[in-house]
């Protein structure tokens, strides 16, 4: 199994790329980060450090790796069987016009064999979003081919990777023992391939909110009520006791909305939950609650992790209220690394709290809710 792997950060080396190098493929990161693919290309391995109960290392190695947007990325594409990325959401745009320069390639020498590409993103449907930028650019004559031939299927992925210490190796990665990638298998195209750690479902949808409404909603209002006080890393945060009630009765609440569309046993869930509070205390993780708030306006963006399950409970007439908090504390995330943070506050300073909630969570059809955040928002203001 031929595999290329966009995005060779730790998340991509850490989780996904460490997956199908498990699987025994033949693995290539693509990157547009040249040191970064020439270390990999020279050192071929690198050491993933498993954190937790179950802490090991174990070592990947057997590996090349090319520049994202050279002559050799369009040459391994056409030949490739498998092709996951791990690159951001903003970034898949980028790609799309190497993997569709890759196809066309592959379309011009004949090559019919199945390859199915995976979006492994934090975000819902990432690799549908990057079809539709990827076919934009194929022409109208390989329409009927890609149907055949190329599948795009769309994942859930769930592990937390935070950023690498100094190590002796920068190319170590550090990951938790927990990780999850679902798949939906009813876009794949030829079988399915066995890969060790991926789980196919025909149900996608109802594991890709669960785990947008509980690990991501928690992580999110985590970050947010965290740095408002004064804490450094999640595990900070979710240690104090305060920020743990409403994290928690947060995620119970997005919870009881899943329980309602989806029919997920309430007592499995509730102990989803905990294992999710659980890896927010991991000791071994020191993850930076300015990383994780960071770009608050995608994070509070319709269908994201705040906004879509607070509509949710609107829709099933569910309570809401510590959803709230975590959508007036992502409100007052500031960093001034990050471009979106400075976005939202000159937002804010421009625009009012009332008109940014329905600009930027498109919330206008929604005038008590609107006027209930900014009600929690001001009274946070205040206490600052």
Not at 190 to 209: Q, V
Not at 360 to 382: E, F, G, H, S
Request: glycine letters at 6%; aromatic letters at 6%; hydrophobic letters at 40%.
């Amino acid at each position: 199994m031929k595999a290329i792997h966009f995005g060779a950060g730790n998340i991509g080396r850490g989780f996904i790329g460490k997956l199908l190098a498990d699987a025994q493929a033949e693995l290539t990161f693509a990157d547009v980060n040249q040191p970064l693919v020439d270390q990999l290309a020279h050192q071929q391995s690198y050491q993933v450090n498993v954190v937790g109960k179950d802490a090991r290392i174990e070592k990947v190695s057997h590996i090349s790796a090319i520049h994202s947007a050279s002559p050799d990325a369009i040459r391994q594409i056409a030949q490739a069987d498998i092709i996951t990325t791990a690159v951001g959401p903003q970034v898949l745009e980028k790609i799309a016009g190497t993997l569709a320069q890759g196809l066309i390639a592959r379309y011009q020498q004949g090559n019919n064999q199945p390859l199915n590409i995976i979006a492994c993103e934090n975000m819902v449907r990432g690799t549908s979003q990057l079809k539709q930028h990827v076919m934009q650019q194929i022409p109208e004559e390989m329409q009927g081919w890609m149907e055949q031939c190329i599948g795009f299927v769309d994942s859930a992925v769930d592990r937390i990777v935070p950023p690498g210490e100094a190590a002796n190796d920068p190319l170590d990665v550090t990951v938790e023992t927990f990780s999850e990638w679902i798949v939906d298998s009813t876009q794949f195209k030829g079988e399915l391939p066995h890969i060790e750690g991926m789980e196919p479902t025909a149900n996608l949808m109802a594991y890709i909110e669960r785990k947008l409404f509980t690990l991501n909603t928690g992580h999110a209002i985590t970050a947010y009520l965290g740095q408002q006080a004064g804490c450094k890393t999640i595990r900070e945060a979710i240690l104090n006791p305060d920020i743990r009630q409403i994290v928690k009765a947060a995620m119970e609440e997005s919870g009881a909305v899943l329980i309602r569309r989806y029919s997920f046993d309430p007592e499995q869930h509730a102990a989803y939950i905990d294992k999710i509070l659980s890896r927010f205390e991991n000791p071994y993780l020191h993850d930076d609650v300015e990383r994780v708030g960071r770009q608050p306006l995608r994070k509070l963006s319709e269908g994201d992790r705040l906004i879509k399950p607070l509509r949710g409970t609107l829709e099933y007439g569910l309570p809401h209220q510590n959803l709230l908090i975590g959508i007036a504390a992502a409100l007052n995330y500031r960093s001034e690394q990050d471009p979106q943070a400075q976005e939202l506050a000159n937002m804010l300073a421009s625009k009012g709290i009332e008109q940014t909630l329905r600009d930027a969570c498109n919330l206008q059809d929604q005038p008590k809710v609107v006027t209930q955040i900014t009600n929690v928002y001001n009274t946070m203001q205040r206490q600052a």
